[in-house]
């Protein structure tokens, strides 16, 4: 056997930056504040992917597409015979082959699919517009995308454990080659036309732009906040200098209808403390909280809390189904700094609650 170029530096770094890139994004997929950077991972994924499509129908030995044994029955000799005599693949063997389709598959309606629940969801990125419209599905995109996403990481840990199988039992230098590119074996090495390296260059380095990119501009298309700031000042004075003069000033999605009715019906009695008001001025300011409460809301927590409140009349945020939710893992000594202080000071922590902004990408628990 001689030495053999097989895997060229393009197919390398694709390999490296895929799987990092995957890695974090899904790691990170549970940090809120970190929702951008979870985004713009998964759009490079997606680019690399989109390139490494088109490096699959290149004439490139071994990455080749046609090059794949995607036969069933190699696939189930390849499987039975794990542990016994192997057979040589210079490329990929049936397994790999099927588990980088499958990844290429997955790993591309995951990123379809986030995409679709970052719009309709989080009210952001290029699908913004179908949160006026969908938002209502946004569980069900969610779980969709969880399902894709949880799948691919399913078959990357099953490929990556057929590797060190094939590595311990075999001696195989699959491992090795996927660092230098070269494998033990009597082949002919990859050589690469002028095209096909200027085209992995612009494959890593575009790529690895546009992530950055999107980081340093996060204002592009692709991660716009659609979410816009609200002057409650201007939209509702009266609401604005009653509410605000006391706490914090809730944005009216946060609570149904009837929630708010219910409230401004027994003001005498809010939260320990009189806030009685004239009756014109109670009626004007609980007309406007149930023109723009949870039922007429397209944002996340509009729809969740509306959907989780069992009890109703409902008026402490705090007590809603989704609020306990969302903040079940914070520990009850983080609500006690003096900089929170209490669980309903939401703007300690959502710094634009009272311009009615509460994305995820923006919460800053302080120290």
């Known amino acids: 056997m001689t030495k053999v170029y097989v895997w060229s530096l393009a197919t390398r770094f694709f390999h490296i930056l895929l799987v990092l890139a995957v890695g974090l994004a899904y790691i990170l997929s549970e940090v809120e504040n970190f929702l951008s950077f979870h985004v713009a991972l998964g759009y490079m994924v997606g680019l690399l992917l989109l390139y490494r499509i088109v490096w699959g129908f290149m004439d490139v030995r071994y990455s080749k597409f046609k090059d794949f044994n995607l036969n069933l029955r190699d696939l189930f000799a390849y499987m039975i015979n794990v542990f016994g005599e192997k057979k040589e693949y210079v490329g990929h063997n049936p397994a790999s082959s099927w588990a980088i389709v499958?990844?290429?598959?997955?790993?591309?309606?995951?990123?379809?699919?986030?995409?679709?629940?970052?719009?309709?969801?989080?009210?952001?990125?290029?699908l913004s517009f179908l949160n006026a419209t969908i938002f209502k599905?946004?569980?069900?995109f969610e779980e969709i995308h969880e399902f894709f996403a949880n799948a691919l990481i399913a078959v990357v840990f099953v490929h990556i454990a057929g590797v060190v199988l094939d590595k311990v039992v075999h001696k195989s230098d699959a491992i090795s080659s996927m660092k230098n590119g070269y494998k033990?074996?009597?082949?002919?090495?990859?050589?690469l036309s002028l095209f096909q390296r200027v085209f992995g260059f612009i494959w890593i380095g575009s790529s690895v732009l546009f992530?950055?990119?999107?980081?340093?501009?996060?204002?592009?298309?692709?991660?716009?906040?659609?979410?816009?700031r609200v002057d409650y000042k201007v939209k509702h004075e009266l609401?604005?200098?009653?509410?605000?003069?006391?706490?914090?000033?809730?944005?009216?999605?946060?609570?149904?209808?009837?929630?708010?009715i219910t409230m401004m019906n027994d003001l005498e009695n809010h939260f320990g403390?009189?806030?009685?008001?004239?009756?014109?001025?109670?009626e004007l300011i609980q007309e406007y909280l149930v023109k723009n409460a949870a039922e007429n809301s397209t944002k996340e927590s509009a729809y969740k809390i509306?959907?989780?409140?069992?009890?109703?009349?409902?008026?402490?945020?705090t007590k809603t189904k989704y609020w306990k939710k969302r903040h079940d893992d914070i520990d009850d000594e983080v609500f006690k700094?003096?900089?929170?202080?209490?669980?309903s000071n939401c703007k300690a922590c959502h710094k634009g609650i009272e311009q009615g902004l509460l994305n995820d990408k923006d919460i800053k628990i302080p120290k």
Not at 105 to 123: D, F, H, K, R, W
Not at 137 to 140: A, F, I, P, Y
Not at 306 to 317: E, F, M, T
């Open 184 to 191: 033990n074996v009597d082949a002919k090495s990859v050589e």
């Open 102 to 126: 499958s990844m290429i598959v997955l790993a591309l309606l995951a990123v379809v699919s986030g995409t679709l629940v970052y719009g309709t969801q989080e009210g952001m990125g290029v």
């Open 211 to 228: 992530f950055v990119y999107m980081l340093v501009s996060p204002s592009n298309i692709m991660l716009e906040d659609a979410n816009k």
């Open 337 to 343: 700094n003096k900089n929170i202080s209490k669980k």
């Open 239 to 260: 609401f604005y200098e009653e509410c605000i003069s006391c706490h914090t000033l809730y944005p009216p999605y946060l609570l149904p209808k009837e929630s708010w």
């Open 273 to 282: 403390d009189d806030a009685s008001l004239e009756e014109e001025d109670k």
């Open 306 to 317: 509306l959907n989780s409140i069992d009890k109703k009349g409902i008026i402490a945020i």
């Open 137 to 140: 599905d946004m569980e069900l």
